[in-house]
């Protein structure tokens, strides 16, 4: 990287075809409060808050790719001090040598952002000072209504696409993206609070037979049920999503593995005892883990995967729990 782009009164990033960064200059890491060895070679992701991470996969990086650039995109990239800065991004996707690389320009927004709040500011002062005739004033309410309420339409609409892709359409449960970005949050909570939280990964006993005798539309309503049931016996602050399949992982803030079995039996109890139609009686296998920190976002989940198979060898319906 050349001089006059390192020092640049704007940000450069050059990350790989998977989103890891290859090249940064030293102003975006200035404005960032980050080292060169704190970043490099990391994933994009570590700069953004969940929610941008939400917009990287599911806006810019399938743009980029469907069109090669992408334009000035608002986002809110995450300091090292945690402080959200606001910036446009421009990015293009090249091919140099036969590698694939994206080039991403940054422009900080933060004092545009201060300033078009004071002309707005200073609209409405004048707007106030200069509206007198009574015709005026009402014709500018009935403006401002019209467009206020397209606005909260809007938010609406946009708030609506989040949770869609947030959500399995069959059970109505989050799916394994939120499942992911959930996970991390309660990761970051533990390494701030060292309270602890347990995994559950729960599987429906025979599923195969069940689509086998009596159909997937069945067996859809099957998993539907169950969904239903998970999300009845959970307490405040759990949370449940579909993993795939029939299988499905609930997160337990602030339980330790004793409290995970002693709720996992219950589940095991409450399955055993719903009413499943003409599937008869239906049950589920369970494994249970504690997150430790010496776990991470995978080791959790294998950990936990590893247990359900212990029930599943030792006869299924029961609840099996990791132990290192």
């Given at each position: 990287?050349g001089?006059?782009i390192?020092?640049?009164?704007?940000?450069?990033i050059?990350?790989?075809?998977?989103?890891?960064?290859k090249?940064?200059?030293?102003?975006?890491l200035?404005?960032?409060g980050?080292?060169l060895?704190?970043?490099?070679?990391k994933?994009?992701?570590?700069?953004?808050?969940?929610a941008?991470?939400?917009v990287?996969?599911s806006?810019?990086?399938?743009?980029?790719n469907?069109?090669g650039q992408?334009e000035?995109?608002?986002?809110n990239?995450?300091?090292?001090?945690?402080?959200?800065i606001?910036f446009?991004?421009?990015?293009?996707?090249l091919d140099?040598?036969?590698e694939?690389?994206i080039?991403?320009?940054m422009?900080?927004?933060k004092k545009?952002?201060?300033?078009?709040?004071?002309?707005r500011?200073v609209k409405r002062?004048?707007?106030a000072?200069?509206?007198?005739?009574?015709a005026a004033?009402?014709?500018l309410?009935?403006v401002n209504?019209?467009?206020?309420?397209?606005q909260e339409?809007l938010?609406a609409?946009?708030?609506g696409?989040?949770?869609l892709?947030?959500?399995?359409?069959?059970?109505?449960?989050?799916n394994r993206?939120?499942l992911?970005?959930?996970?991390?949050?309660?990761?970051?909570k533990?390494?701030?609070?060292?309270v602890?939280?347990?995994?559950?990964m729960?599987?429906?006993d025979?599923?195969?037979?069940v689509?086998?005798t009596?159909?997937?539309?069945?067996?859809?309503k099957?998993?539907?049920?169950?969904?239903h049931?998970?999300?009845?016996e959970?307490?405040r602050?759990?949370?449940?999503?579909?993993?795939?399949?029939?299988?499905f992982?609930m997160?337990?803030?602030?339980a330790?593995?004793l409290?995970?079995?002693?709720f996992?039996?219950s589940?095991n109890k409450?399955?055993?005892?719903a009413?499943?139609?003409?599937?008869?009686?239906?049950t589920?296998s369970?494994?249970v883990?504690e997150?430790?920190k010496?776990?991470?976002?995978?080791?959790?989940?294998?950990h936990a995967?590893?247990?359900?198979y212990e029930?599943?060898?030792?006869?299924?319906?029961q609840?099996s729990?990791y132990i290192?």
């Open positions: 990287m001089e006059r390192d020092t640049a009164p704007c940000g450069y050059s990350l790989d075809r998977n989103g890891h960064i090249e940064i200059n030293k102003t975006l200035k404005w960032m980050y080292e060895d704190d970043v490099a070679g994933h994009l992701e570590m700069l953004l808050s969940p941008n991470r939400l990287l996969h806006y810019a990086i399938p743009e980029i469907l069109y992408i000035e995109l608002f986002i990239m995450k300091s090292k001090n945690g402080e959200a606001p446009l991004l421009n990015a293009r996707k140099i040598g036969g694939t690389v080039d991403c320009i422009l900080q927004m545009r952002i201060e300033y078009e709040m004071e002309l500011e002062e004048m707007e000072a200069y509206i007198e005739k009574e004033f009402a014709e309410e009935r209504e019209e467009i206020e309420a397209k339409e938010i609409i946009n708030a696409l989040v949770e892709s947030k959500t399995d359409k069959l059970t109505g449960v989050p993206r939120y992911e970005e959930r996970l991390y949050e309660e990761i970051e533990f390494q701030r609070t060292k602890p939280f347990s995994v559950l729960i599987d429906i025979h599923f195969k037979v689509n086998d009596h159909g997937h539309q069945v067996g859809d099957v998993l539907a049920k169950l969904a049931i998970l999300k009845r959970m307490k602050g759990d949370f449940t999503a579909r993993y795939g399949g029939e299988e992982i997160i337990l803030p602030g330790n593995a409290m995970a079995m002693d996992a039996r589940l409450a399955i055993l005892e009413k499943w139609g003409i599937v008869g009686k239906l589920i369970i494994g883990a997150f430790t010496e776990d991470n976002d995978e080791s959790i989940i294998e995967d590893q247990a359900l029930s599943k060898e030792n006869g299924r319906n609840s729990l290192k």
